[in-house]
Nanobody
């Protein structure tokens, strides 16, 4: 099991930046896939980015080139650096991982981008 806690959200103007953090309650050294998802009002939750234990990253096309996912296993933390933010990035952002077939989610954090 693991508990995930997101932080770093808030209100930012279009073109600005935010850095989200996801702190895990246990070591993530052995956890392969850590990911970020988001859910905008009235829309389904969508995958944003993922990082493997080896540091390989993947991004949704909508954020590629603007967002960067990273992890520090020693700090049990995953980050999502979001640059050049757009109003359409407004959503609740969730940290996620799978451990032995079970999916774990953080409580989510609001990111609002004003135009």
């Amino acid at each position: 099991q693991v508990q995930l806690v997101e932080s770093g959200g808030g209100l930012v103007q279009a073109g600005g930046s935010l850095r989200l953090s996801c702190a895990a309650s246990r070591s993530i050294f052995s956890i392969d896939n850590m990911a970020w998802y988001r859910q905008a009002p009235g829309k389904q939750r969508e995958w944003v980015a993922a990082i493997s234990s080896g540091g390989s990253t993947n991004y949704a096309n909508s954020v590629k080139g603007r967002f960067t996912i990273s992890r520090d296993n020693a700090k049990n933390t995953v980050w999502l650096q979001m640059n050049s933010l757009k109003p359409e990035d407004t959503a609740v952002y969730y940290c996620n991982t799978y451990i032995t077939g079970n999916s774990y989610w953080g409580q989510g954090i609001q990111v609002t981008v004003s135009s």
